[in-house]
Every structure is written in C-alpha cells, then in structure tokens.
C-alpha cells in the first residue's frame, strides 16, 4: 500500500483526496455564511415586528348585534320576498329598539315584511353598551 503517514495512520491517496475536497468546501461555506450574518439579523428583527397584537377594534365601530334569532328570520323573510340585502340603522332605548330600513329600495309590501321581521328581534348593545349603529344582513 502506498500512501503518506498522518499522524500515526497511514492515509490512503482517495482518503487524502477527500479531506482536502471538505476542507475547501468547509472554507467556502463559512466564508459565505460569514457574508449572511448581517442579512439573518435583519430577517429575524423583521420577523419580530410582525409578532405584535392588532389593535383592538375602537369602540366607534361598535354596533348593537341581533340575536342568531333575529338572523334567521330576518334571512327567512329576505329570502320569501327576493330580497339580497338590507341596511338597517338601530337605537335601542332600554328593552326596546327603533329599527329604520336606509337599503336597498323596496317597494312597500317589501318594507313592510321586512319591519315585520324585526319587529321580533331582540337586539343586544355593541362592544362598549353601544346603543345606535348600522347593521347590514344579507340573504343567506
């Protein structure tokens, strides 16, 4: 066998061979990281402003919500007449709530099985005791 002695082993030309080969790749591969250290703290700071809450939703978006009840029937009478979408605007006094129909245009008998609708409804105040808002259900 021929080969050089290293250390107090003999080595083999392929086995010397190969550790020349991952001794240049080692160098190679530390000096590129070497160039990514700054790139990798700036990517894990970024990755750490994205880690923050959302805001809570303020409290001017708060609006009286119906109950599922109030939902479903509301839908069951949107879905009889034809109709795909209502806005109506609320204020509730106490136990009881005005209920104005703003969208879309309907026609009379529309409007009036719409009003029967939520002339049921119990409705319940927003985030924060919000009593007045606009809320808009749509045909399910």
């Given at each position: 066998m021929s080969g050089e002695v290293v250390g107090s082993?003999?080595?083999?030309?392929?086995?010397?061979?190969?550790?020349?080969?991952?001794?240049?790749?080692?160098?190679?591969?530390?000096?590129?990281?070497r160039g990514l250290?700054?790139?990798?703290?700036?990517?894990?700071?970024?990755?750490?402003?994205?880690?923050q809450r959302a805001p809570e939703r303020p409290a001017a978006f708060a609006r009286?919500?119906?109950d599922?009840?109030?939902?479903d029937r509301v839908a069951d009478s949107m879905r009889l007449q034809g109709i795909e979408q209502?806005?109506?605007?609320?204020?509730?006094?106490g136990?009881?709530?005005s209920v104005e129909l703003l969208a879309p245009e309907l026609t009379p008998?529309?409007?009036?099985?719409?009003r029967r609708a939520f002339a049921g409804c119990a409705w319940l105040p927003g985030e924060g005791g919000a009593t007045r808002g606009t809320v808009t259900f749509t045909r399910r």
């Open positions: 082993s003999v080595a083999l030309p392929g086995v010397l061979a190969y550790r020349s080969w991952a001794r240049r790749t080692i160098v190679l591969v530390r000096r590129r990281l250290g700054p790139l990798a703290a700036l990517a894990l700071a970024c990755a750490g402003a994205s880690a009286p919500e119906p599922p009840a109030c939902r209502v806005t109506v605007r609320v204020a509730l006094a136990r009881e709530a008998s529309q409007a009036a099985g719409v």
